[in-house]
């Protein structure tokens, strides 16, 4: 099978503009508007998807990690004091919610896999990820780079959060998203190189 690539993108319609407009939502629905949960949900609900597709890694899992982590945002909606974007509080419900799904998983037997990495990774791919070349492999990108600097590497770069946001979503300082981020792209210029040079091989062979 060919490997899925990175193609350039953020998501062309987040901003601090729209973050400020969601977490409007999020209040609304807090205090009882039920069109304005519904409009929440909406917002939001690709970027949630993205997310837990990418952490998760399975793709046929996502649609019910999503439901689970809305269900989960919609009861702790309450809660929600307004003081980081909904869109970095709900992240934030998200990335928990894989790592209970994760460590249930763990727990019990595992009788088959329908859905790897590589399909995974080809139907959660973003498009025009800016800063990087066309031509490397997503499932190689998955494979190599740990858990944590993956899942600071989505945050920033493939949902656009901002580092500070993507640290009180996680739960570290901001220096450590930092260099996980740094890190990952250091790990994927090198599977660039690498692809290169192999593609150049044949090439050089019969020169």
Not at 125 to 136: H, N, S, V
């Amino acid at each position: 099978m060919t490997p899925a690539r990175i193609h350039p993108a953020h998501s062309p319609h987040h901003s601090p503009e729209s973050d400020a407009a969601t977490t409007l939502l999020a209040l609304a629905a807090r205090d009882g508007d039920p069109a304005k949960a519904d409009q929440f949900v909406r917002a939001l609900h690709r970027d949630v998807w993205r997310y837990v597709a990418y952490l998760s890694a399975d793709r046929q899992a996502a649609d019910d990690l999503t439901q689970e982590v809305f269900l989960r945002a919609l009861a702790a909606l309450p809660r929600f004091q307004g003081r980081s974007s909904a869109r970095t509080w709900l992240l934030s419900i998200a990335r928990r919610t894989v790592v209970d799904s994760l460590r249930h998983a763990a727990a019990r037997p595992r009788l088959c896999d329908h859905d790897d990495w590589q399909t995974a990774a080809e139907h959660a791919q973003p498009r025009d990820l800016p800063g990087f070349e066309d031509g490397i492999a997503l499932t190689e990108l998955l494979d190599t780079i740990p858990d944590e600097r993956r899942d600071a590497f989505v945050l920033t770069q493939l949902l656009g959060l901002p580092y500070a946001e993507a640290a009180q979503a996680i739960g570290c300082p901001v220096g450590t998203i930092r260099s996980r981020v740094a890190r990952a792209r250091a790990a994927l210029l090198t599977l660039l190189n690498t692809e290169e040079t192999t593609a150049d091989r044949p090439a050089l062979a019969a020169a």
